[in-house]
């Protein structure tokens, strides 16, 4: 407990005792109703003087005492952002939960986190030493367990900060680079529209108006680098990050894995002329007509179904001829056959 703590609570602790003489007072409004005056306050002369009990600015105790309740409200002490955090989870808990406390106000005087009513029913049902006791040590405690949250929240704000200062330190890097545009592209405008992927989108970064890019909190590994937008096409890059920090960026080769063609770091990535569709249209017969014969003379059944595609059948029937026999009769021949064997058997 500190120095000016003890003489507050004493002081607080007096002037409660003498307000808690209270007594059973009827209503002059209503018949057989016993209201607080304290809170309705239908006369001037049943309320006493009210009390102001400070420890600084922040901390005081405001005692309103009238013939048959007292109203004690709270002032807790909030230095900075974080005790006023606390305070206000704090007091707004247990203000949900006022049933529970009896003498506890679910709603706490304007200027004040919160305060307590206490009743001539009150000191009657309870001890009055017992009440005052009870708010003193809800003072205490309050001020204890907000100090030690704050002192616990302030260990645990160290600590992460230390781990996340360790962790940029040693286990994340930075991949940066510059994108060259044609001369003719304003490259403010179009990097609003440009994202560097790495390893197609597991880290995503933006492109400057200087057409720079900087991505941060890269851990060590193999990352492919790409610019995606739609006015250009660039060429992905490789860059390899090790443990110790060390970068090597390569050109992407999926065909020739093992052809390292080494590139300067800071990347620099220049645009390729988009494909053509006349040049597509000129390059895919020519294929076919190098390619094809070339695969089709090793396999000889492939080569048979080709040789089928391109020359009809010798074997298959004519269908017009069919259908001329088939309306038309026998042909003339099978006739003339038939007839020269009827001869030689009259012979």
């Known amino acids: ?19 808690l003489c209270l007594e059973q007072f009827s209503s002059q409004v209503v018949e057989r109703h016993n209201k607080p005056e304290v809170e309705v306050q239908t006369s001037k002369e ?30 807790i002490k909030q230095s900075d952002d974080i005790e006023k955090i606390l305070c206000h989870k704090f007091t707004r808990f247990m203000c949900q939960r006022a049933d529970n406390f009896f003498v506890l106000r679910r709603k706490p005087l304007p ?3 919160i305060s307590f009513l206490i009743t001539a029913s009150h000191t009657e049902a309870m001890f009055k030493h017992k009440l005052v006791d009870f708010l003193l040590h809800f003072m205490q405690e309050i001020d204890k367990e907000i100090s030690e949250m704050k002192l616990s929240l302030n260990a645990r704000a160290r600590v992460a900060e230390k781990d996340i200062k360790l962790e940029q330190a040693g286990s994340f890097h930075t991949v940066e680079g510059e994108i060259a545009l044609p001369s003719s592209t304003n490259c403010a405008k179009w990097s609003g529209n440009a994202r560097v992927h790495l390893n197609h989108g597991q880290h995503i970064g933006f492109v400057r108006q200087d057409c720079t890019f900087r991505v941060d909190f890269v851990s ?5 680098v790409q610019i995606e937008n739609t006015d250009f096409v660039f060429e992905p890059i490789r860059v390899d990050i090790t443990s110790k920090g060390k970068m090597r960026a390569r050109k992407l080769t999926i065909l020739q894995p093992n052809n390292v063609n080494t590139l300067p770091y800071p990347l ?39 040789e089928n595609m391109q020359m009809p059948k010798v074997d298959m029937p004519d269908v017009g001829e069919m259908m001329a026999n088939f309306f038309g009769g026998p042909p003339q021949s099978k006739k003339k056959a038939l007839s020269g064997a009827s001869a030689q058997k009259r012979k």
Not at 1 to 19: F, I
Not at 48 to 71: D, F, G, H, Y
Not at 220 to 224: Q, V
Not at 279 to 302: C, H, Q, Y
């Open 46 to 75: 049943l309320l006493m003087t009210s009390v102001v009990v400070a420890r600084n600015k922040q901390e005081r105790v405001l005692i309103e005492p009238s013939v048959n309740s007292v109203r004690i409200s709270i002032a």
């Open 111 to 113: 200027g004040y986190d």
């Open 220 to 224: 060590s590994g193999t990352y492919i």
């Open 1 to 19: 407990m500190s120095a000016t703590l003890q003489p507050y609570l004493e002081a607080v602790r007096h002037t409660l005792q003498v307000a």
């Open 268 to 306: 620099r990535l220049s645009t390729r002329s988009p494909a053509r569709p006349m040049v597509l249209m000129l390059v895919v017969p020519l294929v076919v007509m190098l390619i094809l014969p070339k695969m089709t003379a090793n396999d000889p059944e492939l080569k048979r179904e080709m």
